[in-house]
Structure formats: structure tokens, C-alpha cells
């Protein structure tokens, strides 16, 4: 069993930055492949971003590729999302997920590659 409670959400302009944080408890995130989804008012829940195990290998839905950076520190037990040139499009509920320590394979990009999820933390762009 894995934690995780998501912090780092606010209210913020077009162009704007911020990193999301997701923080485990439990066990190490070391055992897990971990995800960022979104999900705006009205629409369902998607993908934002995926890390390997390792670290090693990433993917980005193309809606964020290039503005946005998923990372893992070991040490803290953190998972992040740094989110650089907001959109008011990118507005939605942040959630972070781990998988299975099972699972085996290329970054999850399904709601059912992830067994645990945060409680989701707001971010609004404004125009």
C-alpha cells in the first residue's frame, strides 16, 4: 500500500509556472511507476504525464510536451510535475497515481495501469 496527497495547485495567470508535488508515504516510490492525470470541469480524467520505475523513460500527452517536466526524487519520496507556460486550458484537478509494484512495462498512460491515487490538488489558469 502507497500514500499519496498532492500539494503545489493555485490560481494562476497565462505564461505562468508552477510544480506540483506528490508526496508518498507507505512505501518507497521506488517500487511504482507513477502518472500525473488531469480532469477539467465536464470532461474525463486523462493523462497528463508517466514515469518509468527508474526514471528513465517518460511520456508527456502531446498537450503538454515541452512545457511540462515529470520527475521522481527517491530520496524524498516525491513525485513532480513542473508546469512551465500555463494555459487556461491546463485548468483542472491534478491527481497523482502509482502503480502495482507488479507492474511491468512502458510508462502507463490508462486510468487501470494505476492501482493508488492522491486526493487530486485544483490548478485554474486565467486568461
Known amino acids: 500500500q502507497v500514500q499519496l496527497v498532492e500539494s503545489g495547485g493555485g490560481l494562476v495567470q497565462t505564461g505562468d509556472s508552477l510544480r506540483l508535488s506528490c508526496a508518498a508515504s507507505?512505501?518507497?516510490?521506488?517500487?511504482?511507476?507513477l502518472g500525473w492525470f488531469r480532469q477539467a470541469p465536464g470532461k474525463e480524467r486523462e493523462v497528463v504525464a508517466a514515469?518509468?520505475?527508474?526514471?528513465?523513460?517518460?511520456y508527456y500527452a502531446d498537450s503538454v510536451k515541452g512545457r511540462f517536466t515529470i520527475s521522481r526524487d527517491s530520496v524524498k519520496n516525491k513525485l513532480y510535475l513542473q508546469m512551465n507556460s500555463l494555459k487556461p486550458e491546463d485548468t483542472a484537478v491534478y491527481y497523482c497515481?502509482?502503480?502495482?509494484?507488479?507492474?511491468?512495462?512502458?510508462?502507463?498512460?490508462?486510468?487501470?495501469?494505476?492501482?493508488?491515487w492522491g486526493q487530486g490538488t485544483q490548478v485554474t489558469v486565467s486568461s
Open positions: 507507505g512505501r518507497t516510490i521506488g517500487s511504482f511507476a
Open positions: 497515481a502509482a502503480t502495482s509494484p507488479q507492474y511491468i512495462g512502458s510508462p502507463g498512460r490508462k486510468e487501470n495501469d494505476y492501482d493508488y
Open positions: 514515469i518509468s520505475r527508474s526514471g528513465r523513460v517518460t
